[in-house]
């Protein structure tokens, strides 16, 4: 990789046609779709190339593949079900359709999938899926050998390691013209660009328990906002019903216990040997994500502890099968051939995001997302299991094939508006108290409106390193999630009001939420009807 940091932060003359902020399965696959177009483009991340959620990533890619005798049109049935009336059909129907020739060029460029006897990709099963449709690699750990792949494709593309990105710049007509950046330094730079590319993950670092690593911030939907743009559905944060449970009061990045786990046979159990989501749903221990993570924590709640047991007994060759949560599982004293797992919900994915095409656009001119951090409507009020790899593999690269179409129509932008000098952030460990206190699992009025009180008394802070950017991108996200959650009065999806329990019929639709000028979140009314 090359880094030129240092030659663009001591002032040179670099500019792009594109850059990507991130670095992961969305962002590679799009700075690898510019080069092939012929843009010139740069990548910046925060941390290293292979930072981010990607790696993280267990259970596998979400694709109907040929001869398997799924299809489709059950895929797509079963992300409307998940989504629980908040997906958009149509993207849902592209993004779906355009699957398996985006993991066909994922092989092409050297991913390598667990194969079954016959050589074909072995497929599992996970939560809300009614076939086997998921490929996996290394067992546990398709995420990783998905950005293996692509970084090691992307040599040659410039890659600034280490830089945080503190603003997304724009000319006088609104539309992007470049970046602002700090090197890990403190040293600020301008980078010049006609167009900028947002896949930087997720938020699970607003809550004290997450899947996502640390870099996990917020930072994309944070830009956005400030740039302009809306944002739909943040209210929904997916939270995974079994992390690896880390004792009372274990905080930050707990190990993730896979969904496929289950799909391989893994029961749910209390503290007290007794089934947990029986009667709740057909799927069972296999329901969407939002229905068993209620299921746990209702269960949680009603026997006074902190966490639930997942049997893993009767899968044989568990450690083969599972090597990564085997050695999380091992690490922790646990052996899963003998012994029950405790587990517990965690926060673990944005449905919503940045307000999207499913090319990348956004509503602001020359500004583009994708992955995580995007809201193309192939989530809706939750996701379905494995989808997100495959959204950021499909929309990364149709992303890039919209920059260069646009970029062929207009103009260059103009001279970059002159930079904010300062942000509200709150202190962290207070913002994911409060967070995890009043917007997770189980939310009601007065927790919301005293969690966005909070917010909304943050001081302001000059930005002068990583932890201070990071701090105001999750500070304005926490004003954005709260506003459309404390509009939301029902029960969608993995957004559970405790005080509003059911479904309302006016609230099929996705919420919208921009900045106002003073830089607060407001509701951007009418409110998007669905496509169904």
């Not at 992961?24 to 690898?32: E, F, M, N, P």
């Not at 993004?95 to 092409?108: D, F, K, M, N, T």
Request: charged share 20%; proline share 5%.
């Amino acid at each position: 990789m090359i880094s030129p940091a240092e030659d663009l932060l001591a002032g040179s003359s670099i500019s792009a046609d594109l850059v990507v902020v991130g670095t992961g399965v969305a962002g590679l696959s799009a700075a690898l779709r510019a080069r092939e177009l012929g843009l010139r483009v740069v990548v910046v991340t925060k941390a290293a190339i292979d930072d981010g959620n990607t790696r993280w990533a267990q259970g596998g890619v979400a694709v109907v593949l040929p001869g398997t005798g799924d299809s489709v049109a059950a895929h797509i049935r079963d992300t409307m079900v998940a989504g629980a009336g908040l997906c958009d059909e149509i993207a849902v129907r592209e993004i779906l359709a355009a699957g398996p020739a985006a993991v066909a060029a994922l092989r092409e460029r050297g991913a390598v999938f667990d194969a079954g006897p016959d050589g074909a990709p072995e497929l599992t099963r996970e939560g809300g899926h009614t076939a086997l449709r998921i490929i996996h690699s290394g067992g546990d750990a398709t995420g990783a050998e998905v950005q293996r792949a692509l970084a090691a494709t992307a040599a040659g593309i410039p890659v600034l390691e280490r830089t945080v990105v503190t603003e997304v710049l724009r000319d006088d007509a609104g539309a992007v013209a470049g970046i602002a950046l700090l090197g890990a330094d403190g040293e600020s730079a301008v980078l010049p660009a006609r167009a900028v590319l947002l896949a930087t993950g997720g938020l699970g670092q607003l809550y004290t328990a997450t899947t996502n690593p640390e870099v996990a911030t917020g930072d994309g939907l944070a830009l956005a906002l400030r740039a302009g743009a809306a944002a739909s559905d943040l209210e929904f944060v997916q939270f995974h019903p079994t992390v690896l449970h880390g004792g009372p009061g274990s905080r930050g990045r707990r190990p993730l216990v896979t969904e496929a786990v289950r799909g391989e046979g893994a029961v749910l159990l209390d503290v007290n040997g007794a089934p947990v989501t029986t009667g709740v749903h057909p799927l069972g221990d296999l329901a969407p994500r939002d229905v068993v993570a209620a299921a746990i924590t209702r269960r949680m709640a009603a026997t006074a502890t902190d966490h639930v047991l997942l049997d893993a007994t009767g899968i044989s060759g568990f450690a083969r099968r599972f090597p990564t949560v085997w050695a999380a599982c091992a690490a922790a004293g646990i052996d899963p051939a003998t012994d029950p797992i405790p587990v517990t919900p965690a926060a673990h994915y944005h449905c919503g995001g940045v307000r999207t095409d499913t090319s990348g656009r956004t509503t602001v001119p020359g500004l583009y997302a994708a992955g995580e951090v995007a809201r193309t409507g192939l989530h809706g009020a939750n996701r379905l299991a494995s989808n997100s790899l495959l959204e950021g593999l499909v929309v990364g690269t149709a992303a890039a094939t919209a920059v260069a179409r646009d970029q062929a129509v207009t103009s260059p932008p103009g001279p970059p508006r002159a930079l904010a000098t300062s942000q509200p952030a709150l202190d962290r460990d207070d913002l994911q108290r409060a967070m995890s206190a009043h917007a997770g699992i189980g939310r009601d009025t007065a927790g919301l409106e005293s969690a966005a009180a909070l917010v909304a008394g943050a001081p302001q802070r000059h930005i002068r390193g990583v932890a201070d950017a990071e701090d105001a991108a999750l500070t304005v996200v926490a004003a954005a999630l709260l506003c459309a959650a404390t509009a939301r009065t029902e029960t969608r999806g993995c957004h559970v009001r405790t005080d509003h329990q059911g479904s309302a019929k006016r609230w099929r639709r996705s919420s919208t939420v921009v900045l106002d000028a003073a830089g607060r979140p407001v509701l951007d009314e009418p409110a998007t009807a669905v496509v169904a």
